[in-house]
């Protein structure tokens, strides 16, 4: 099915009034992006605080209307109601409908982390690279759940862990995913070597992603929502989630972490390791960070410290 797409420019200032105007014309759907996306001026914004809903400052609105929709009488309509708006920059053209997710994961190729580990879509023929005993392959849907290895968090936890496994820290160990999503690092912990991989997410689409992806790797990994994982001790953990969470959470996992046990945490931006390190390091020693991009990792050491009640 067709629609018609309507982009136009507008500022943070009168962003409101556009969309609100939009909406009201009868828009099936309205968004935003930054009129800089990809170029050198591009404002990131990656961890809003709570509450907050931040914009760029000059952004690109998009709208989608019925594709039987006259352009023409839309501009006029669209006028009329707020003439005080700029409609001269407003651009027209007709988009094919289509399943932007799996459109994506069309361009979703093989990728290799570490010594052992890789990480194929589901759909993709094995790379001959990957076709060794040694290797150790995830057949890979991430679905709607956060977790496919492209982006360098996932990537860093992945070379993490396929490090352990080298150094033989993995085999015959449980392993807890703490924010699993699709998964993924609990199926290349299992791939790897480990006993058994325990994943924890609170989204719901997670944890059916991550049962999904198990089945189709012919692994078992028990998944839970927070309110229901079992207090245990693990000999590794491993938590790529954001670094508020990662602060809100943690005693949860340095509880969680069996003494000397391992633990690696991504989802932070550069600049947050400091005060996570210091965060962590009444339970943990020998912390150090990795970094890729703009995104770090940092493991460390369970020591024998109790977590205070």
Known sequence: MPYLQLTLPCSE??????????????????????????????????????????????????????????????????????????????????????????AWMDQFQPMQFGARTWIVPWNHDLPGEADTPGAAVIRLDPGLAFGSGTHPTTALCLRWLDGLATEGALQGRDVLDFGCGSGILALAAMKLGAARAIGVDNDPQAIIATADNAERNGVRIDTFMPADEPAATYPVVVANILASALDALAETLAARTAPAGRIAMSGILAGQEDDLLLRFAPWFDALRVAREDDWMRIEGVRNARPVSA
């Open 13 to 102: 200032t009168d962003q409101p009034r556009y969309e609100r105007t939009l909406e009201d014309v009868g828009a099936l759907a309205v968004s935003l992006q930054d009129a800089h996306l990809d170029d050198a001026d591009e404002q990131a914004i990656f961890e809003p605080g709570v509450g907050e809903i931040p914009l760029w400052d000059e952004m690109t609105i998009t709208a989608l209307f019925p594709a039987e929709t006259d352009g023409l009488v839309l501009l006029a309509a669209m006028e009329s109601f707020d003439p005080g708006l700029d409609w001269s920059k407003v651009r027209f053209e007709t988009v094919e409908d289509q399943d932007w997710e799996r």
